[in-house]
């Protein structure tokens, strides 16, 4: 019975139901707590123990999905090609408050991660975790960390950003929407950004500019921060 | 056939982006080089952003579905979530916090400075 179930179809399929009833419930609830990506996950995982298939089948048959990672962060770039007039309109102010935004991030996270004495492989799972998730997830393969710990610290950090999106920017006394937008695009990837779409048309513009350069600068700085 | 075509084309880059990768001395992550390949070729007009719109678009729009099977992998790590649950939530929250005041704060003094110089060149 199980071996009928050890093929790509079954973990392709069982994902496409999950993640549809995942974004249906998300569409009906409206609110950003109802995570489609969360919801897909716990629905999977509830299948896998009710019908007592084990979870190693549901890996096997569903990792050919993950070998699109590297086609969708390569259309990443058509993302910033279509942004490209308003990049160069304030180029200058976005490049570096992305490059400010990654190394602090990346800063933060070592520190708190010491503090509170996380182990070198949660480090390496959560280093990246601002960023937007197939390039998080490439750089958590690089450094040896766990990459499932990274998709669920991506959508806190993403749900995190999106629901708080308003707040920070007053409790940081951030008035300029690009800085805004900058802001959010960088400590909360799309997740964050959908937020920012609703705030403004620029704050989302820039947010969307944000996850991919923020992508590319975490790329290059995190072996600095991972000794 | 479009499709097709487009699919082999970005397969390709991303191929590519993994030689560039194998080669580089140090280690960078294939996806990444792919990502900036093909930003290179849309810049400089190489390759026009409709030889990819539909695939582009079909990648782009349902990406979360494609970090399902990475997500699920928590369910072998329960007992490494449950002993650093708390831990997690902190750095999250912490790092949040300090990305966002520091990235919008460094665009809004940034602003400040060019539009000083600006100012200055003007008079």
């Not at chain 1, 409206?30 to 896998?48: E, R």
């Not at chain 2, 400089?44 to 979360?64: Q, Y």
Request: with cysteine; charged share 10%; aromatic share 10%.
């Amino acid at each position: 019975m199980l071996e009928v179930l050890n093929t790509p179809l079954f973990g392709i399929t069982l994902s496409i139901i999950a993640f549809r009833i995942g974004l249906w419930v998300n569409r009906k609830i409206k609110h950003p707590l109802a995570n489609p990506l969360l919801i897909a996950m716990g629905l999977i995982a509830i299948i896998l123990v009710v019908f007592d298939i084990p979870f190693d089948i549901y890996e096997k048959s569903s990792s050919v999905i993950g070998l699109f990672l590297a086609p969708i962060t390569a259309v990443l770039a058509v993302s910033i090609y279509r942004q490209r007039a308003l990049l160069k309109e304030s180029l200058l102010p976005v490049l570096l408050g992305t490059l400010a935004g990654s190394v602090a991030s990346l800063l933060s996270i070592r520190w708190t991660c010491n503090l509170l004495g996380l182990d070198q492989v949660v480090l390496a799972s959560l280093m990246s975790k601002s960023v937007t998730t197939p390039i998080a997830i490439a750089i958590t393969e690089q450094f040896g960390g766990i990459p499932a710990l990274t998709v669920a610290s991506t959508v806190i950090s993403g749900t995190l950003g999106n629901l708080l999106a308003p707040l920070l920017a007053k409790m940081f006394f951030i008035s300029d929407p690009v800085a805004h937008g900058v802001g959010i695009g960088s400590c909360s990837h799309a997740l964050g950004t959908s937020k920012a779409l609703e705030i403004g048309e620029v704050e989302g513009a820039m947010s969307s500019i944000a996850i991919s350069l923020s992508g590319v600068f975490t790329v290059l700085l995190a072996p600095f921060f991972f000794l | 056939m479009k499709i097709l075509i487009q699919l082999g084309l970005l397969f390709g880059v991303c191929i590519l982006g993994d030689l560039v990768s194998f080669v580089l001395p140090f280690a960078f992550p294939g996806s990444v080089i792919s990502m900036l390949l093909m930003l290179f070729l849309l810049l400089s007009g190489l390759m026009k952003e409709s030889t990819i719109e539909e695939s582009a678009n079909f990648f782009l729009k349902n990406m979360t579905f494609f970090f399902i099977p990475f997500g699920v992998g928590i369910l072998r790590y329960a007992a490494l979530i449950r002993s650093v649950w708390w831990q997690l939530l902190v750095v999250n929250f912490v790092s949040l916090l300090v990305c966002f005041a520091v990235s919008s704060w460094t665009v809004v003094l940034v602003t400040r400075l060019q539009k000083l110089w600006g100012g200055r060149r003007n008079a």
